[in-house]
């Protein structure tokens, strides 16, 4: 099946330092997502990405569609403590979405 | 106020019984899905259905069984035969066609084995 490999798995920042993640796929998608999720609580999407090249900014988030369409990158900039998270890609293709394993955000204010 | 809610929050089952997580939408989105969510992996595809009285199985669908009877609606019963339930399921819906993969979710409810 497909698979992404999302990185990196944990990340320790100062609060006020900018954040990249991102995700790769020996698979093609249609679309790729961002999301957060905060302990105990469902995945908020943050950012849609539906074309090839895209790049896309929510407030402090940016992320774009890689030009290949098996890859995309997630980028925090300024992070205050309330980014503290776990932020998961996914890949969507035939209508049905393949998650990454999450990128665990911790910032020390 | 639009969203997807999930009860219960928690849910405790007990060996050899069959438990039911209730999903329910106002977004009037046609498709609806279940995952499962295990510590440090990606989320899991169970069932998804995309129009009313059809739904399909997903990536690990054994030990679980689904109704969408109402398009709010998309139910999901864990069964005895699903051996390791103790997971976090999350509800998900989205609009059909090409919105399909833009998916939203709900708060999640915590399956816990006594």
């Known amino acids: 099946g497909q698979q992404l490999n999302q990185s990196p798995q944990s990340m320790f920042i100062q609060e006020g330092e900018d954040v990249s993640m991102n995700c790769t796929s020996s698979?093609?998608?249609?679309?790729w997502l961002w999301y957060k999720q905060e302990p105990g609580e469902g995945p908020v999407l943050l950012i849609a990405l539906y074309k090839a090249g895209e790049l896309t900014s929510n407030g402090r988030l940016t992320a774009q569609f890689g030009i290949t369409r098996k890859d995309s990158f997630l980028n925090i900039s300024a992070s205050i403590p309330s980014d503290v998270g776990i932020y998961f890609c996914?890949?969507?293709?035939?209508?049905?979405?393949?998650f990454g394993k999450g990128t665990l955000l911790t910032v020390n204010p | 106020d639009g969203g997807i809610t999930q009860s219960p929050k928690y849910l405790f089952r007990k060996e050899g019984q069959n438990v039911t997580l209730s999903c329910e939408q106002n977004l009037n989105h046609d498709a609806m899905y279940w995952y499962r969510q295990d510590p440090g992996q990606g989320l899991r595809l169970i069932y998804y259905?995309?129009?009313?009285?059809?739904?399909q199985k997903g990536d690990i669908a054994e030990g679980y069984s689904v109704s969408r009877e109402k398009k709010e609606s998309f139910p999901l019963t864990v069964t005895s035969a699903q051996k390791n339930p103790t997971a976090f399921y999350l509800c998900?819906?989205?609009?059909?066609?090409?919105?399909?993969?833009?998916?939203?979710f709900g708060p999640g409810t915590r399956l816990l084995v006594l």
């Open positions: 698979s093609i998608f249609n679309t």
């Open positions: 998900a819906s989205s609009l059909s066609g090409t919105d399909q993969e833009t998916q939203y």
């Open positions: 259905s995309q129009i009313v009285n059809d739904f």
């Open positions: 996914a890949g969507g293709s035939n209508y049905k979405l393949t």
